[in-house]
């Protein structure tokens, strides 16, 4: 004689000797189920981060045209201050600077580095120019370097491209760098135009 229920022994009986087995595969369905839903949402936040950083990425990219630009501005600024003893010098961009810095984690790893170069060649000549030893000559050399940086990623920064020049600064590209940066005072000062040139192309560097 057993226990369960008229009419339902046999339904009882392998609910009874089966139960362990039944919530197994229950708890199996339900483990599965949170997985899924976990995987789901794993899913889902990582798509809003890649979504996040491609925002902040595009952003940065905008960001860096501005930078670029006022990083030129002052290259001019400064060759025309080295030039002319009476000019007072130019404001530094360091605002600039600082946005650089908290951009470029979310920039390509060329174009990082490429802004590590003008940060660190910006920095040489800020503490350079700041002594009472102005020369003139190097000192507008090294600022063309700098503005040649600054140049390799325009196109980059406007979104011409995807690829940074990694090399350095060809001759051609200091030359083009120099002329931006000195306009038509070039021909106001052409024997220090003529010897920055001339440094220009005895430089390896820039073979």
């Not at 940065?60 to 002319?84: F, G, P, V």
Request: charged residues 25%; neutral net charge.
């Amino acid at each position: 004689m057993n226990d369960f229920p008229a009419g339902h022994s046999s339904l009882y009986q392998f609910l009874y000797y089966w139960q362990t087995l039944i919530s197994g595969v229950l708890a199996l369905i339900a483990a599965i189920i949170t997985i899924m839903k976990l995987s789901e949402q794993i899913q889902v936040q990582e798509r809003q981060h890649t979504e996040t950083r491609q925002s902040k990425a595009w952003a940065a990219r905008a960001m860096l045209l501005l930078c670029l630009s006022a990083i030129s501005k002052y290259t001019s600024e400064m060759a025309l201050w080295l030039l002319d003893n009476n000019r007072e010098r130019p404001n530094s961009p360091d605002e600039v600077i600082k946005i650089l810095v908290e951009k470029i984690e979310f920039l390509p790893a060329n174009a990082s580095k490429k802004i590590f170069e003008i940060i660190k060649q910006y920095q040489i000549m800020e503490a350079r120019t700041r002594t009472r030893d102005r020369q003139t000559n190097d000192h507008i050399y090294e600022f063309s370097y700098l503005r040649a940086l600054a140049d390799s990623l325009f196109e980059f920064a406007r979104e011409e491209t995807n690829q940074v020049q990694e090399r350095e600064p060809t001759r051609d590209n200091m030359v083009c760098a120099l002329d931006g940066m000195l306009g038509l005072d070039r021909y106001h000062h052409q024997h220090v135009y003529d010897q920055v040139l001339e440094r220009i192309n005895r430089a390896p560097r820039h073979a």
